[in-house]
């Protein structure tokens, strides 16, 4: 069965250090999304990202984050400089079509820890 | 803006118990609600999707009932097992993404 895989399942870093986090969705899903979850929080929605372009975003999305799809099959998020806030599970979903009966997929999670 | 509230935060049953989980949700104004369950440490797998239009849906012992206009929903597990020890997350999409409610972590004991 298609499953949305993602890279690395753990990530240190140092504060103010650059980091990418990796994603590859369903191979035949349009809709991309990133979320995070702080420890001990609710699963919490970044961004979300269609025909190339970012469709909609929270107010935890800001200058410091952005997206790519770089190809046909990655989708990845960056962080320009971490902070220690910034250290969560981030997790990547995707859907086929953007619609009320398409659930959202998601993948297994990065672990982010910013030192 | 939405709010989602799940009752309770904890639960523990011995195997063979039937149980249900709640769910609410302050904006009646969604497209769908999802159940997903959340492994220690894991991913979301998604459980079931239910449409705004429709009242429930079932999946193998899983059954999960929506009533959109007093905003609630509840999941009912049938039979409880060791296996189904997780924490059970409850999400609505509406004019916003998804928005989650913080879990109901159930342990099944044997």
């Known amino acids: 069965e298609p499953e949305v895989t993602q890279t690395p399942s753990h990530q240190v870093t140092q504060m103010g250090q650059e980091v990418i986090l990796r994603c590859v969705p369903i191979s035949n899903h349009l809709y991309f999304y990133w979320y995070r979850q702080i420890l001990g929080q609710k699963v919490e929605f970044l961004v979300s990202?269609?025909?190339?372009?970012?469709?909609?975003k929270s107010e935890i999305f800001d200058d410091q984050f952005s997206v790519e799809r770089p190809d046909g099959s990655n989708f990845t998020l960056k962080i320009r400089s971490t902070k220690l806030e910034d250290s969560a599970m981030y997790f990547c979903a995707s859907r086929t079509r953007d619609t009320a009966v398409y659930e959202q997929y998601f993948g297994p999670g990065t672990r982010l820890t910013v030192t | 803006k939405q709010e989602v509230t799940q009752i309770p935060a904890a639960l523990s049953v011995p195997e063979g118990e039937n149980l249900v989980l709640n769910c609410s949700f302050t904006d009646s104004a969604i497209y769908n609600l999802q159940w997903f369950r959340q492994d220690p440490g894991k991913g979301l797998t998604s459980l079931l999707l239910i449409q705004s239009s429709q009242r429930e849906q079932t999946s193998g012992r899983l059954n999960a009932s929506l009533d959109k206009s007093s905003g609630r929903s509840t999941l009912y597990i049938a039979a409880s097992q060791p296996g189904d020890s997780a924490t059970y997350l409850c999400a609505v999409e509406g004019n916003t993404p998804l928005v989650f409610g913080k879990g109901t972590r159930l342990s099944v004991i044997a």
């Open positions: 990202f269609y025909n190339n372009e970012i469709s909609e």
